[in-house]
């Protein structure tokens, strides 16, 4: 399956900003999907995850209450919708994939399949 970010820009703290994952080429149904992201200088790391179904999710702590992970298989999009962007918010943002069976995981090396990344950029 090939992924493709978008929704990424510039924003003011406190504001909001939706990133989409777009998937072709396979089930995207079939696939648990997850977001990253990756901060000049640091490593790659988790933000949320959600199953197949949409019925289970995942967060990181720094997120919690302000992010929204999402999923519509019929259009074979995820979405992360972020509100409350704080600076330290600042990544390049990548959506990832993996076999619904292996479960979600908080782990990059985990996922089999990634878009390219969609840079965030929160002013202070």
């Known amino acids: 399956v090939q992924l493709q970010a978008s929704g990424g820009g510039l924003v003011q703290a406190g504001g909001s900003l939706r990133l989409s994952c777009s998937a072709s080429g396979g089930t995207f149904g079939s696939y648990v999907m997850g977001w990253f992201r990756q901060a000049p200088g640091k490593e790659r790391e988790f933000v949320s995850a959600?199953?197949?179904?949409?019925?289970?999710?995942d967060y990181t702590d720094s997120v919690k209450g302000r992010f929204t992970i999402s999923r519509d298989n019929a259009k074979n999009t995820g979405y992360l919708q972020m509100n409350s962007l704080k600076p330290e918010d600042t990544a390049v943002y990548f959506c990832?994939?993996?076999?619904?069976?292996?479960?979600?995981?908080?782990?990059?090396?985990?996922?089999?399949?990634w878009g390219q990344g969609t840079q965030v950029t929160v002013s202070s």
């Open positions: 990832a994939a993996r076999q619904y069976y292996a479960g979600y995981s908080r782990f990059p090396n985990e996922y089999v399949y």
């Open positions: 959600i199953t197949r179904s949409g019925r289970s999710t």
